[in-house]
């Protein structure tokens, strides 16, 4: 709309009563079929199936996806709308949840909220003039496997998200390396594990390795949602990662601001995803500090 | 390859969140809106662009959540409505 000289400011909304009203039941209601019958379905027993495959095909399983739900817990307590601010994760914790369908936990679910979420995009030079240091968008790109999860051949990567970062990053002209943080769309912790590695922070099987030690977490090398994320702060879709990666880059974030006062790097760069369906859509998008 | 930095996000919206009980998806739409052109310093004049983000069934008793609904009761005139997809 901006780039065709169609409009000037585009806002972009997003809103859900998903916890409090009948909205997933009407969802769920309307699913039919054979598989409905044996367990089958909605989101989480779909992913559920990619991650197992993923274990099936290279090293993964709880005790990677462990560090990405405590880790992630760890910002959403430094952040006052987190729906978890006031519970802490221990390893324990996560283990001790309840399976939810396998091999999935519950903490390795994203929560359900009410609320809402919306932002503005204008030209970089009408930016300037705005109340907040404006945040530029380097480099974006797409790409969507969009088959079904049963003959997919994307559930263990790549996903979308190894074409759509490569866009991204041409566009953007840079590399991995000059990443300070991502925001990475989190319905389910392995959904975080294989869009890290479709970008290529590291390869097939050596999440664990990458994410223990606090890698994501409040003095991490690499922060990974710092809002918590849909895991622990509220779920409303690309717009959590998104608008976090905004408020850290404009340093508005209060307690979990990356930079000293968490003993990370100040960012300048933040790198942030979104996908739809089952692994079916993707979007990447790199943003830095003007 | 020729967008880079030329555009730039300028405001966000926030609602009260978690389990908030009684309210319709419209209004938690139209409640971050009013948030975000407040938040960025501008006014529902300047906004020319609408996109509602990709969403779920509505519940019971409420409309699907449509741009030209969000635009219709926010008071807003934008030439470029758009819905993304699930």
């Known amino acids: ?290 | 390859m020729g967008t880079k930095d030329k555009y730039a996000i300028v405001g966000v919206g926030y609602t009260p969140q978690g389990s908030v009980r009684g309210r319709t998806t419209l209004s938690f739409h139209l409640e971050a809106c009013a948030n975000a052109i407040e938040d960025a310093g501008l006014t529902g004049k300047d906004i020319d662009g609408l996109i509602c983000y990709r969403h779920f069934p509505a519940a019971t008793g409420e409309p699907d959540v449509t741009p030209y609904l969000v635009a219709q009761y926010l008071g807003l005139d934008p030439a470029h409505l758009s819905q993304d997809a699930n």
């Open chain 1, 1 to 290: 709309m901006l780039d065709a000289g169609l409009c000037n400011y585009v806002l972009v909304s997003y809103g859900h009563n998903g916890r409090s009203s009948d909205s997933f039941l009407r969802m769920m209601a309307d699913m039919g079929g054979d598989d409905q019958v044996f367990g089958h379905f909605g989101a989480a027993s779909c992913y559920a199936l990619a991650a197992r495959r993923a274990m099936h095909t290279f090293r993964t399983g709880p005790e990677t996806w462990k560090h990405i739900a405590v880790g992630q817990r760890k910002w959403a307590n430094l952040n006052p709308r987190a729906m978890f601010q006031r519970q802490p994760m221990s390893l324990d914790d996560y283990y001790n949840s309840r399976m939810t369908v396998e091999p999935f936990r519950l903490f390795d679910n994203c929560l359900i909220s009410d609320g809402g979420r919306a932002y503005i995009v204008t030209s970089a030079e009408r930016a300037r003039d705005l109340r907040h240091p404006p945040v530029l968008i380097m480099g974006t790109g797409q790409h969507n496997p969009a088959s079904d999860l049963q003959t997919a051949d994307f559930m263990t990567g790549s996903t979308g998200a190894k074409k759509a970062a490569e866009r991204a990053f041409a566009v953007a002209g840079i590399g991995l390396g000059d990443i300070d943080a991502c925001e990475i769309y989190d319905c389910f912790t392995y959904t975080v594990e294989i869009t890290l590695q479709d970008y290529g922070f590291f390869g097939p099987g050596e999440g664990e390795e990458w994410f223990k030690g606090g890698t994501i977490e409040p003095g991490g090398r690499m922060p990974v949602n710092t809002s918590g994320g849909l895991l622990s702060e509220a779920y409303f879709m690309g717009l959590t990662p998104l608008t976090e990666a905004v408020m850290q880059l404009m340093g508005r974030c209060g307690e979990r601001q990356l930079g000293p006062q968490t003993n990370t790097r100040t960012p300048q760069i933040i790198l942030c995803s979104d996908n739809g369906g089952i692994l079916q859509t993707h979007a990447c998008h790199i943003l830095r500090r003007a």
